[in-house]
């Protein structure tokens, strides 16, 4: 049996006065995350008699969710500053303290069957949260207690997908963490947004998931970067899941840190790039869901390079996805921080056009994605940048906005696009039309500091 969770904030009408509130807040968040830490430490998932810790910490848990339930947040709004592209809504519309942890990663979708955007967020040293949409898209409220499970142990969370993996019209998660107990963790939604988690996943330890439909209709597969490869979890059609990684994959994958779904050659057939010990890799599609590599198709760096995240986006026009690798030097001591560019011949060979990108400014890149930022149709890139602080007490580093003028040659336009204060510890950028404008927006998720929404204000061209 759990032990009891007394929160004693939940139940409030009326917001404590700020003072009080903020009080309350720094230190529970401390304490809680303190909690959660001992917790996940002492108390392993398999131990479930109540001890006087794991009491105290799940406790602390809930109070580290609970201090934002029902608080009115607006009485922080300091700025909303604006550029002609974006305008920053973080404190209009975010509880701005459920959005500000060590968040690896936000996944958006339309968790209630609402018909409105909500997102779920992944974090280190506490507690993955729901943000729900709320007053017609206007503000997001956590309901994380509400909605999610308790959490039996340190997680860790490092990423997350949504999908309709059961076809019950409504989306479950799929989260990955380096925390103890189960390391891949499913949530199902009971169609309402609320959420349970399940035993539907086989485990390893891993650092990457995403989605793989062979066909359109085909139900969502997973496929897991993990310490001892790559993984492909087959869909039997409602939810379950088995491992055909040897069936469907090369036998060495290598250690895999990053994996990307895109049809490379244009057959019609979705293949992988993954990121791992050897490197990039690229596994072409056979046309049936199983994949042989391609040698020698990306080329090699000049320099060491070690690369956290891999975006993928046709950047010159002939709807050939290219790649941009966000690199960073974290366990290579001599790694280059350079980012590359590798333009795609459409046959899945890449050429390197680094020098098509802006001079690098001297930080680590640890996000990227492909958007088209000014909605001239052609895919902009955003990159998420950091200090080398893993523990986020620095959260001061930019988000760059790189514009394309159509034939892949990038210039940085950071101040132009985004408004003044776009800075944080970047560690996954998010777009979904979360005010429900039309015009796609960004979640910009932060290892420390608060995660940014930024609402887009260009409406592409033909829509
Ligand atoms: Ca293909
Ligand atoms: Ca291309
Ligand atoms: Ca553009
Ligand atoms: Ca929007």
New binding site residues.
Partial sequence: MRPPIQIPFVARSRPFPTLLRRLVFKISVRFGRLFCFLRGVICKREVRAPTLVGTLALTGCALNLATDAGVDWRADVARAESTPYYIDATNTMLPVASATGFSNVAVAGDFLNSGAIGVVIGNHYGTDRILVPRQGNKRFADQTLQRFPTPEALRNTEDAVAGDFRAAGSLDVVWVSSGTGHTVLYYENNGRGEFRETDRLPQCGAQRVAIFRNLATDAPSLLLACADGLRFLANNGHGSFTDESSRRLPADTGIATDIVVSDLNQDGAPDLVVNGNAGIRIFLNHGDGTFQEKLNAIPRSARKEETRRIAVGDVNGDKCPDLYLANWRFLIADAALQDRLLINDCTASFRDRSSWLPAKRHLNSTAARFVDLNGDGHLDLVVGTFRNDTWGRRHDAPWLAYLNDGTGHFRDATAEVFPKGVVGNGRHIEVA???G?G???LFLVSRGGPSLML??KIRAKGT
Avoid: C, R, V
């Fill in positions: 039309d979360f005010n404008d015009i796609p927006d609402l887009g």
